[in-house]
Structure formats: C-alpha cells, structure tokens
C-alpha cells in the first residue's frame, strides 16, 4: 500500500537516488531542514518498504561486462509449475539482471549481462536452454546505450 508522500519525502528520496552516501547533515543541509526530521522520515521510507536498500552502482563497461542483451522468452508450456521452475533458475543466474513476465506474444523478457558475444552464447546454450522449459527466445543485443537509469520519476509524485 502507497503512502501519501509529502514534498519533503519526494525531496529526501529524489537526493538518495541521485547519491545514497550523502551524509543526514548534508541531506538536510541541501533541503533547508534540520537533521533529526530528515533522519525520521528517511527511517520511515525505510521501515515501510519505500526506500528498500542503499547499493553502489557499478560501471559495468570498467569491469568488462560489455555485452547487454533484452531476450524474449516463451515457455514450453505455461502452468504454474513450469512458471514458478522457469523464474526459480532465472533467480540463481548472475547474468540476469532483470526479468519481467509479459502481456502479449512473450512470456518473459530478460536483461542480460556478459562480458562478450562468446560468454552469452556459452550461458544460453549451456545454462538457460539446458532444460527443457524453454520453447523458443529471441536475442536482442544492445548497440549503443542511451539511457540507463535507476531512478524513478519522481517528479510525477508532486
């Protein structure tokens, strides 16, 4: 369930996006308050789920990752058991970054990570088609990268 949130949660929420070190002081600092509220509302966003973890964004290019492929997937069949074992092995794989289950002809689109074409042949045919869950998938591999984000639009809370 939503919370009703106020210019000031948008506020706290929209700085920890953009950087999630940023100290309670300088927090409240840069939204013209006091320490001790800022540090309540943002224990608040936290203890009701809102705010759900601080991490470190990685440079995924620095690290060698340079593969990002969008693979649309259809299942051999779609009962709940082949959903729950289907979305139980995508859970377990490093690779898969994000999966999302479909309205419409696919069943699931999955972002993928690798460090080259070879890594992601070798994890598609070795791991994701290794069973016999899978019917038919079709690769996307991105070219050049536009946009990449992860944070919300907040702007259309106000």
Known sequence: MQSTYTRQDIAIMASLQQDASISTAALAERLTSSQSPVWRRINKLESEGT????????????????VVVFATIN???TGRQNLLAFERAVETHPEVV??????????????IICKDVRHYEDFVRNTLLSGDLVRE????????????TTELPLSTQL
Request: aromatic residues 6%; hydrophobic residues 45%; charged residues 20%.
């Open 51 to 66: 705010i759900q973890k601080r991490v470190a964004l990685l440079d995924r290019s620095a690290l060698g990752m340079e």
């Open 75 to 77: 299942l051999t069949q």
């Open 98 to 111: 994000e999966c999302y289950t479909m309205a419409g002809i696919w069943d699931y689109v999955l972002k």
């Open 137 to 148: 998938m079709h690769s996307h591999i991105a070219v050049t990268e536009i946009k990449n």
